[in-house]
């Protein structure tokens, strides 16, 4: 599969943009894909991390209005996806695209201008699919919310770690300043001099991107005596967060890095298109939004640090709130959507999605039916407080995945991966498969099969199953699994 991403990145523009495409870029490679950037000149130097990964990168030197046809020219077998993030592009630009691009996916925060797409994520807290009814068509799947919010797996692996206890308080804050990869009007020394005002003993890091306005200036200012550390286009951000107590920070795509690892946050808007992000966020207590000019900002800032400092329950509940918000597992459902669907005898297909917590009840429903329960390892029927705990610990397990068959619009069954060696990242997983009575016959079970194969094309699957289950082990062996030892069927690598 061929995904080219266009997005850009600039001094007043940020980075953002290429880094959460790069976000699910670097998912895709990992399933196989090959993904590629169309980017405007200068864009690979704002963003080292674009410029040093193995992607594909196309600068692009025409005018907008003939963009189409360049792309066209560079990959004229056509792709399988274009991803489209980009705030001056919109249905004439992806129009124009089609007859190269065979599926187009957008990604969009400000839900302001039409598009022509098949698939459209916007990853704004609390976004609604009205707030896309006339500019999207009827057609488009539209995927919305902090659910969908693409980042980089550090960030999901690290936040198994929360909820974070509450700091005491006669500790140092551990302060982590990050406003953005180029920070333009140099807030950054602005939150810095908030810092020294506010009087609060703080341990302080200081992030800045390769593209940072005022580099040379902030280096010899974080090498003084102030104590701060400066940490420029690191590779460790998961850590730096995970070890902050409190951020300064802008309202736009690494709001979501912080609420994933449940860092609250002393949050600026520095663009017009932040003004929603930081608005939903107040509403629900997960930061604190200081607005003015610089000397009343730096002044709101220093205030809010002395509060916070002072009240580490505050703190604790921020953060709380922050984690509730966003779970670190957009790319994955992004993916999974990206996948092409799996075909039925019936030609309705199969998709697979993420569970989520309003499955639980259809999953116990199936647990409870003695048709399936007969054919478990464990024939006991679970409680619903037994199904309860088992569903959350899975929901939360770093080594399992469990997925719902959507079989057109209808729920058609659960396909759950466990991960046979939590050591190993690639490893072994073990498959277990339930499909609903009502949408058995039309290779529903099958499908889904084919569709994980698909989806983690480099991995060895496994399934047990009791020997007289006739129609389970007929049902791995048509998609290619064959017997391994005892009563295990294995499947390997594409």
């Known amino acids: 599969m061929l995904a080219i991403f266009r997005a850009d990145a600039s001094r007043r523009v940020g980075s953002g943009h290429i880094m959460r495409c790069k976000t699910l870029a ?49 990959w004229p077998n056509g792709v399988d996806w274009l991803i489209v993030d980009h705030y001056q592009r919109d249905r004439r630009f992806e129009t124009a695209c089609r007859p190269w691009a065979r599926k187009i996916m957008v990604l969009d925060d400000l839900a302001d201008r039409p598009h022509d797409c098949d698939l459209l994520l916007d990853q704004t807290l609390d976004r609604k699919a009205e707030d896309y009814a006339e500019w999207s068509t009827p057609d488009c799947h539209l995927l919305l919310g902090t659910d969908y919010a693409l980042l980089r797996p550090e960030f999901r692996a690290r936040r198994k770690d929360h909820p974070r206890p509450a700091s005491p308080i006669q500790r140092k804050l551990r302060v982590l300043v990050t406003l953005g990869g180029t920070d333009p009007d140099n807030m950054t020394e602005t939150c810095l001099d908030a810092l020294q005002q506010s009087g609060i003993s703080a341990e302080v890091d200081v992030v800045a991107g390769q593209g940072f306005a005022s580099l040379d200036r902030l280096r010899k200012r974080c090498e003084s005596p102030e104590g701060f550390r400066l940490h420029v286009s690191p590779h460790n951000m998961g850590e730096l967060m995970a070890e902050a107590d409190l951020s300064i920070g802008a309202a736009g795509t690494t709001s ?45 800032i220093a205030e809010a640090l002395k509060e916070l400092d002072e009240d580490r329950a505050s703190l604790h509940q921020m953060s709380n709130k922050a984690a509730a918000l966003c779970d670190g597992q957009g790319s994955l459902r992004a993916i999974l959507a990206l996948l092409p669907e799996q075909p039925t005898r019936d030609g309705i297909g199969v998709q697979l999605r ?25 024939p006991a029927v679970p409680t619903e407080a037994e199904h309860r705990a088992w569903f959350w610990n899975r929901l939360r397990s770093e080594n399992c995945f469990i997925t719902l068959i959507e079989h057109g619009r209808d ?42 194969r698909v989806w983690m094309p480099d991995v060895e699957f496994r399934a047990e199953t009791l020997p007289d289950n006739h129609p389970s082990i007929a049902l791995f062996r048509s998609a290619g699994y064959r017997p391994f030892k005892d009563n295990l069927l294995h499947s390997t690598a594409a």
């Not at 993904?35 to 025409?62: K, M, Q, R, Y």
């Not at 993420?354 to 054919?375: F, V």
């Open 26 to 74: 670097d998912s895709l490679a990992t399933v196989g894909w090959h993904c590629g950037f169309a980017v405007g000149s200068g864009s690979p130097d704002l963003v080292p991390a674009l410029a040093e990964s193995t992607h594909e990168i196309f600068t692009i030197t025409c005018d907008a209005a003939d963009e189409a046809e360049m792309l066209s020219r560079r």
């Open 256 to 300: 979501w890095e912080r609420c994933c690892l449940g860092l609250p946050t002393i949050m600026l808007v520095l663009a017009d298109n932040q003004q929603e992000n930081a608005r939903q966020l107040s509403a629900v207590g997960a930061v604190k939004v200081i607005d003015g000019d610089n000397a009343d900002t730096a002044r709101g």
């Open 411 to 452: 729920v058609a069954g659960m396909l759950r991966l466990d991960r046979l060696d939590t050591a190993d990242r690639q490893g072994v997983f073990e498959v277990s498969i339930v499909v609903d009575d009502q949408h058995r016959g039309v290779g529903v079970g099958l499908a889904a099969l084919r569709q994980i």
């Open 354 to 378: 993420l569970a989520e917590a309003k499955d639980e009840a259809i999953l116990l429903y199936w647990q409870q039916q003695p048709s399936i329960r007969a054919l478990a390892r464990n």
